[in-house]
């Protein structure tokens, strides 16, 4: 396929007077003239404004535990350190429509309930103690647990840990909700949920994977997962499980989505997550996809390939891949695995057909050396 623009079924109309002047006439009724815009709305392939980034959490961890004395959480609305990429500061997005930041809880605060349009998840990155309610149900989660607040649920969050705070990854698709004017905000008339007394009641009924509930579930025509948290200890447990019957991915290694057990499918309907395995000294190939991504190190270290530039991490770092980038992972541990926690709006490319992948065709399908 050519990438040149100066082929016959491309827009090339060169500048003449008589054309300025045709398409300042047209400005004048709100019109324009295709061709003028056909190259750019229609690239030959992504061109996403987000860039790959690297976010150390060795050097933002002392920026986020000073917020905790500059503002009030509840004042804050939520106490979040956002991460910003430098190509969508418009709609402040970490990379393609997603939204992510991390939040910090102090021993004992707790913050007022509310539910929005955006989508929202959890991954658990330092301290005991956190809670939040989601739609009436308590979820007791720790550090490297995955938790989810669908859209339009009220949720409330804490920390009820007496020493230390609670740091973990926000993940929102705020930027694709405001992207379709579709965003709505409400505080609860209460302040605060009534929660059920049980605490992580989805995990005790939905928890168990294979085993689904027979004949008291049969309610649930959320779209949606009826699971709400999913703890690391399982989750790891299942991924070294998984990596004693199979390679895995050559793009990937070994890794498992998080899934909606009633359906098999991803957590929520605009975006999903995986955690994935990267064996002692495992490196992966390049592929690349559309959809976005972002990834927290849950353990270990290595470096990733992207869009040809190399990126040196470990765990608590967080690093994104826009759409259509080549990406390749690299666990530089020869003695331990690393393992990489990921959401990503796959679910909306998928559900809208716009779902493409290949691997990278050169090379022995790895970059060119960065
Ligand atoms: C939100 O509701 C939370 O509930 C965190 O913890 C971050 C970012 C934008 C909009 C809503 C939370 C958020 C958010």
Not at 66 to 91: F, I, Q, T, Y
Not at 245 to 255: C, I, L, Q, R, W
Request: overall charge negative; glycine content about 10%.
């Amino acid at each position: 396929m050519s990438h040149s623009d100066d082929v016959p079924g491309r827009a090339r109309v060169g500048d003449t007077d008589e054309l300025t002047a045709y398409y300042d006439r047209l400005g004048e009724h709100d019109a324009g003239a295709l061709w003028t815009v056909a190259n750019d709305i229609e690239p030959w392939y992504p061109q996403p404004k987000s860039v790959p980034v690297h976010w150390s959490y060795e050097r933002l961890r002392p920026l986020v535990l000073e917020s905790l004395d500059l503002v009030k959480a509840d004042d804050a609305g939520r106490r979040v350190v956002m991460l910003v990429n430098p190509g969508r500061k418009d709609v402040s997005a970490a990379v393609g429509m997603l939204y992510t930041g991390l939040q910090i809880m102090g021993p004992g605060e707790s913050m007022t309930a509310h539910r929005h349009q955006a989508a929202a998840l959890r991954f658990v990155v330092e301290g005991q103690g956190a809670w939040t309610v989601v739609d009436g149900q308590k979820l007791a989660v720790g550090p490297g647990d995955f938790a989810i607040t669908p859209n339009w649920t009220w949720h409330e969050h804490g920390n009820e840990g007496t020493d230390a705070p609670v740091i973990w990854q926000d993940g929102l698709d705020i930027p694709l909700v405001n992207a379709h004017d579709a965003g709505f905000y409400e505080v609860h008339p209460a302040l605060h949920q009534e929660p059920g007394k049980i605490v992580n009641s989805s995990l005790l009924t939905h928890g168990a994977g294979t085993l689904r509930p027979y004949g008291f579930d049969d309610g649930w025509t959320k779209p949606y997962s009826p699971l709400l948290a999913y703890p690391w200890e399982r989750s790891y447990a299942a991924l070294l499980d998984a990596a004693k019957a199979t390679e895995g991915s050559p793009y990937d290694g070994v890794m498992l989505e998080y899934s909606n057990p009633l359906t098999g499918g991803s957590v929520m309907p605009t975006m999903g997550a995986h955690l994935q395995l990267l064996r002692a000294g495992e490196a992966t190939r390049a592929h690349r996809h559309t959809g976005s991504v972002v990834y927290n190190v849950a353990k270990g270290r290595g470096h990733s390939v992207i869009a040809g530039r190399r990126f040196d991490w470990k765990q608590g770092d967080i690093f994104c891949v826009p759409s259509w980038a080549w990406h390749e992972h690299a666990n530089d541990d020869t003695g331990d695995d690393a393992v990489l926690f990921s959401f990503n709006d796959f679910p909306v490319m998928r559900s809208l057909a716009f779902w493409r992948e290949e691997s990278h065709p050169d090379n022995d399908g790895h970059q060119p050396a960065a």
